[in-house]
């Protein structure tokens, strides 16, 4: 069975502090697809990003950056100059098309304190 | 553009009774996703359509639940009988492509109380 582990449930730091949300996964899929979503205090659902397990190249949106390294089975996410606005609960998941379905962690919340 | 639809937004019902959660998808968009969100069970995908023929239902949780999409703009998910555990917040959530490939844009969710 699949697996996703974010180990950290919450984290806080100070605005304009860089911040990394570490998301660790396990699968037995050769093609699977990786997920990070964002849930403001709002509750809504934002989705971020999407990666297949073929392109291992780091992504990056404005102030967002992503890091797979499929050596390490990890799909990290980093905030750079974190803001207030950030604050929010983020999920990452996996998808490997099979019988698992899509398989989330458990979630980090992130403060960012002003 | 109008995003997800979901309605009702809120509902209350008594366990037994039917529930019928609606989602119009945006329109153009092929694929159509409903979520449950429990403070037990976390973020779980339910159902999964593209072009409106279930592709991955394992997180169905069992035959209580059922979920249609007769068209391209809308859909059900339905509990029958409904009880307490199945009191969560259900996401419906469409996208222009199948699950990995493009951006899913989330309704508001329909908080579901079963007393």
């Not at chain 1, 397990?53 to 967002?64: K, L, P, V």
């Not at chain 2, 366990?15 to 979520?35: A, D």
């Not at chain 2, 239902?57 to 029958?80: C, H, V």
Request: hydrophobic residues 35%; contains cysteine.
């Amino acid at each position: 069975a699949q697996k996703v582990t974010q180990a950290q449930t919450e984290i806080s730091v100070v605005e304009k502090e860089d911040v990394t949300l570490d998301c660790v996964y396990e699968t037995r899929d050769t093609t699977y697809y990786l997920f990070w979503y964002k849930q403001p205090p709002s509750g809504e659902l934002v989705f971020l990003i999407r990666r297949n397990s073929f392109d291992e190249q780091n992504e990056i949106s404005g102030r967002y950056s992503w890091n797979f390294q499929k050596s390490t089975s990890s799909f990290n996410f980093t905030i750079t100059a974190s803001q207030v606005v950030d604050s929010a609960v983020y999920f990452c998941a996996l998808w490997g098309g099979g019988a698992d379905g899509l398989t989330f962690g458990k979630g980090t919340h992130l403060i960012i304190q002003p | 553009d109008a995003g997800v639809i979901q309605s009702p937004r809120h509902e209350v019902t008594e366990m037994g009774q039917e529930v019928t959660l609606r989602c119009k998808p945006i329109s153009g968009h092929n694929s159509l996703f409903w979520y449950r969100q429990t403070m037990m069970r976390g973020l779980e995908l339910l159902i999964y359509f593209n072009n409106n023929v279930p592709i991955d239902d394992s997180g169905m949780p069992e035959d209580r639940f059922s979920a249609k999409m007769p068209n391209a703009s809308f859909s059900t998910l339905k509990i029958q009988p409904s009880e307490p555990r199945d009191s969560a917040v259900y996401f419906c959530a469409s996208s222009l492509g199948a699950l990995g490939t493009h951006t899913q844009y989330f309704g508001p969710g329909t908080r579901l109380t079963v007393l």
